[in-house]
């Protein structure tokens, strides 16, 4: 036992939450609970700790950052899929005769609270279209482009 170092005790008392919190740590590491103590005391007292976590913080942001950016885009890129659609729907829909646009104007209430009802519906149930559409188009690649 040359060279090692008797480890000095000492008596802590912890909250029964960070006890809780310690137990379970230390047990999925299948390490002991003295080691995993020792190691966050000295990890606290390292000279370099608030760098490592202003390094950690700074990481964060710049992931939070880019999930932002992602999201900015995915927005633009509906907003603008959604606007060529009803343009292009405008475009080629013919204005109905008037006997005829009386009657839709009457059930325009009924056809959009059944609009907004479906909406709702499917929100809740998932997957969205986007990740339908992603599928399509995995299994028209992989069929080699033929629809069924």
Known sequence: MAGRTKKAQISVYLEPDVMDLLAHYAAQRDQSMSLIAQAAIASFLSPDSSERQEAALARRLGQIDRRLARLER????????????????????????????????????????????????????????????GEDVSQLEGDGGRRS
């Open 74 to 133: 995915d927005l633009g890129i509906s907003t603008e899929a959604f606007a060529t659609f009803i343009r292009f729907w405008l475009a080629t829909t013919p204005a109905l005769p008037e006997p005829a646009a009386q009657a839709t104007r009457a059930k325009l209430s009924e056809r959009y609270a059944a609009y907004t009802g479906a909406l709702g519906r499917r929100l809740a149930k998932g997957p969205q279209l986007r990740q339908e559409i």
